[in-house]
């Protein structure tokens, strides 16, 4: 019997990881030595060794690769040796008393015998083989030809090539030779840290849009990357949490993969140790899914497939280190490998990366908006209804303790903020404060946010103490404030000291800056003849007549004159010194809207905050299944009045005016009277929002008739239906479906962000968008389709009304083209029926 040659080649650079442990002493009365810590230690097979049996377990085929004898790890010559110390860790973090061995401390290398380090020959090579896999870390095996496997050295043969380097020059034989003859089949995978670690510019954990812009922009700008740019097929994982796939084929086009509750680097937590071979349990994934390739068209979607297992592998990897029992367990097998299409679709989510360079488009890139199918109204209405969890788990969203936020420009702001805290904590021979500050609205949570962050990083270390700087009386109020931050300091906690409307008056515009200059830049404050040290402390600067750090400035002051002047007076006040000084600074985004077009998340924050007001102070009204028993009415006003007076502080202050106490259910009845509404809204728009269902149900009978008219005549002009348009029978369910459609209304147009306001007047009728005309029939025959099924109707080339048969059952690409020009024209009546009953619709 002939043995069948292996499809998989697996070769490259290899060494070996030389791990040891501490191991407790005991008692034993006949060798002192076993009274103290003895150490363990075993030799592990590293680098393309390693990713062999990984990706043998991953596939569980026969995989070629080089042989070194398990017995002779220790004494092989001339080969690369990683050393390492392990410690016992906490197996899925936090204090669980199940613990596994990872690495505690990455000691070097070493070789004996020689300086380079030996490369290894494949041992039954397979010039046909399907797949090659090359672990390149420029240890010598891409410069020596004599070990490339046969498969990849002639170009007439066509295998799949997954390249994994941590080099980005590319200037190597193996590449160049790779470049030459195999760059469409191949797939290249590189750390971005590697790429960082190369001077290229991607910024790590603020936000995953701001990551995966960052990437797009240097593969377009970046001279370093463009061997990267040639490739194929690109990828790039970032660290367990997310994943960049570049595919030259598509347009060049960017996917990232990401997990919604974490970024990058925050699945491995601080204190739970570190692994190598992360990266090559993520290609064995990659592998497992590719290996059944059989075109290059598929090869795209099996890479999709590839990613998402790969990134589950290597977390699991983590997560079972290297076992319970570091001289007897397995730390590796098949199980890593287990695929769930339904979990991982899940668990990881995907979103194309919009490839644009113009600032204002990065700024308003969302990923929250490119990965629902619904509008943002639709998903606030959830979120209050249902929680974030069912609402929220498709898209990114950042927790800091008590503080959950899905706004991509504030979880870049906190997520910069906790970077500074968690690098000013660990530094020990400080000696000046961290100074922060922190913008926003009276009422928009601006002590809140910085101190949840703080909190997760250091909450038995970190004291808060606040002080408002505007009822302080003179110099002598600052000073004993000091004292106090010192008291702190000195009892070995870390001050995190709020200075609250610190741009207020005192004795002339900005008048306290210049008293903050000497402790924010020497850590020192005077008293008299007195030099008092402070010792470390988190200053935050919160602005009280600033909402945002751009007008504190005078950044969007655009008048020439004024600029000067500003200018002249913010520089007589030390503003420049004062700025110069900070190190970060925060704008809060309250419940209003800040910007019309950048700023449409506004009503995600506010349905947040409704939804934790719910759970916190009115528990009673969410039921056993966990929605909220609010009418929908207040929850539509709540969310989309256009101001509220004091921020979140009025809509705190809405729901205690209400009368809940025993109550069921939130209902229009139990609100504050319009008076009191008076003090935190504008009530006629409040209760104009709140009564428009009963408002619009209004129109509905002009609005009908109307459409209904219009709609005949053009029905009777199309002459693509196979119905006789002078049937009795079809005019009948026209008109039944023209008076049920038209209470619809208002949900189709929400879906592609419009909405319907009132008006006293003739308007302009507006023309709807080619798009956004496709987009709304589209949607309007999905609601009509979904209401026929539940009727009994059924699909049928010719129409039969009596058997409810209707050759528009059907999804709309398969509907032929008169029928959608009917159903867009149909749309088309709605904006001057909607206007003849005073009602214009707006984006």
């Known amino acids: 019997m002939v043995n069948k040659a292996p499809e998989i080649i697996v070769t490259g650079d290899i060494n070996l990881n030389l791990l040891s442990c501490q191991k407790e002493g005991a008692v034993d009365n006949n060798f002192n030595y076993k009274l103290y810590p003895n150490v363990s ?19 569980g085929l026969d995989v070629a690769s080089p042989i070194i004898k398990d017995e002779n790890l220790s004494s092989v010559d001339n080969i690369l040796v990683s050393v390492a110390q392990l410690n016992k860790f906490s197996k899925n973090g936090g204090e669980s008393k199940n613990k596994v061995y990872r690495v505690e401390e990455f000691s070097g290398y070493y070789i004996d015998g020689g300086e380079e380090p030996r490369v290894f020959p494949l041992s039954n090579d397979n010039k046909d083989a399907k797949i090659v896999v090359l672990d390149d870390n420029n240890n010598g095996f891409n410069s020596n030809e004599d070990v490339w496997p046969l498969a990849i050295k002639g170009s007439n043969k066509t295998p799949t090539i997954l390249y994994k380097t941590n080099k980005i020059d590319f200037n190597n034989k193996l590449w160049i030779h790779i470049e030459k003859n195999h760059l469409k089949n191949t797939i290249v995978i590189i750390n971005a840290e590697d790429l960082r670690a190369k001077g290229v510019k991607i910024s790590k954990g603020l936000s995953w849009e701001r990551t995966a812009l960052d990437f797009v922009w240097q593969m377009k700008n970046n001279p370093r990357l463009k061997h990267l740019s040639k490739c194929t097929n690109l990828i790039i994982p970032f660290g367990l949490e997310g994943v960049i796939y570049y595919h030259k084929e598509l347009n060049a086009e960017s996917k990232l993969y990401f997990l919604t509750d974490e970024f990058e ?42 990613i998402r297992l790969g990134m589950v592998s290597a977390q699991r990897y983590f997560i079972n280190g290297f076992g ?16 769930d299409e339904s979990d991982f679709n899940e668990y990881i989510q995907d979103v194309k990366i919009k490839d644009t360079f113009d600032a204002s488009g990065q700024a308003s890139w969302y990923i929250i908006k490119e990965k629902s199918s619904t509008n943002l109204e639709e998903i606030a ?49 400080v000696t000046r404060p961290l100074s922060i500050a922190v913008f926003g609205t009276p009422g928009s949570g601006k002590s809140f946010g910085v101190t949840e962050v703080a909190a997760t990083l250091a909450p038995n270390l970190i004291e808060k103490i606040d002080f408002n700087l505007s009822q302080f009386q003179s110099v002598n109020d600052l000073i004993a404030a000091f004292h106090k931050v010192r008291d702190i300091s000195l009892n070995g906690k870390l001050p995190l000291v709020f200075f609250d409307e610190f741009d207020s008056s005192f004795g002339g515009s900005l008048g306290w800056l210049k008293y903050f200059l000497a402790p924010m830049q020497d850590g020192i404050f005077r008293e008299g003849d007195s030099i008092h040290p402070i010792g470390k402390a988190i200053f935050v600067f919160a602005g009280g007549t600033s909402s945002t750090y751009e007008s504190f400035s005078g950044e969007n002051i655009k008048d020439k004159d004024k600029i000067e002047l500003f200018e002249n007076t913010f520089k007589s006040a030390k503003g420049p010194d004062f700025i110069s000084r900070l190190r970060g600074y925060v704008n809060i985004l309250g419940l209003n809207q800040t910007d019309k077009d950048l700023d449409q998340l506004f009503i995600i924050r506010r349905a947040m905050l409704l939804r934790s007001l719910l759970v916190r102070k009115v528990p009673y009204l969410i039921n056993d299944n966990g929605e909220a028993q609010v009418d929908n009415g207040i929850i539509r006003a709540l969310l989309k ?32 009277s319009q008076d009191q509404l008076k003090l935190h809204v504008d009530e006629q728009e409040f209760y104009h929002y709140m009564m428009f269902d009963e408002f619009f149900s209004e129109k509905t009978n002009n609005l009908s008739e109307y459409i209904l008219n219009e709609y005949k005549k053009m029905y009777l002009e199309n002459n693509g239906t196979d119905v006789d348009s002078n049937d009795t029978v079809l005019h009948k369910y026209i008109e039944k479906w023209i008076v049920e459609q038209v209470k619809n209304i208002p949900q ?49 080339k010719k129409a039969d009304f009596d058997k409810l048969i209707c050759p528009s059952i059907t999804g709309w690409n398969n509907l032929n083209d008169d029928t959608k020009k009917v159903i867009e024209r149909y749309i088309e009546l709605w904006p001057e029926a909607l206007i003849r009953s005073n009602l214009k619709i707006e984006k």
């Not at 509220?644 to 809405?654: C, D, L, Q, T």
């Open 41 to 59: 230690r075993r030799y592990e097979k590293g680098g393309a060794l390693l990713l062999s049996k990984l990706i043998s377990l991953s596939t």
């Open 265 to 306: 680097g925050g699945f491995i937590k601080e204190g739970t140790g570190k692994m190598y071979g992360l990266t090559s349990c993520f290609v064995a994934g990659l592998v497992k899914t590719i290996v059944n390739n059989q075109n290059e068209e598929e090869l795209p979607d099996l890479i999709d497939e590839g």
């Open 324 to 339: 319970i029992d570091f001289e007897n367990d397995e730390y590796s097998d098949e199980s890593l490998f287990k695929y």
């Open 381 to 429: 209405y959830e979120i209050v209804k249902n929680g974030e969890n069912s609402a929220l788990k498709y898209i990114p969203i950042a927790k800091f303790r008590n503080l959950k936020t899905v706004d991509r420009t504030e979880i870049e702001a906190y997520r910069s903020i906790k970077n500074l805290i968690a690098e000013y904590i660990s530094k020990d021979n």
């Open 641 to 672: 009045i256009s101001k509220f007076k004091h921020e979140s502080r009025s809509m705190e202050a809405i729901l205690e005016m209400s009368m809940l106490s025993g109550a069921k259910k939130w209902e229009q009845s139990q609100l504050p």
């Open 748 to 796: 189709i147009l929400h879906r592609d962000n419009y909405e319907l306001n009132s008006i006293k007047e003739d308007s302009n009728v507006i023309k709807f968008e080619k798009c956004d005309l496709e987009s709304l029939a589209r949607y309007q025959h999905e609601i009509w389709m979904k209401k026929r099924k539940k009727e009994g109707w059924k699909y049928g």
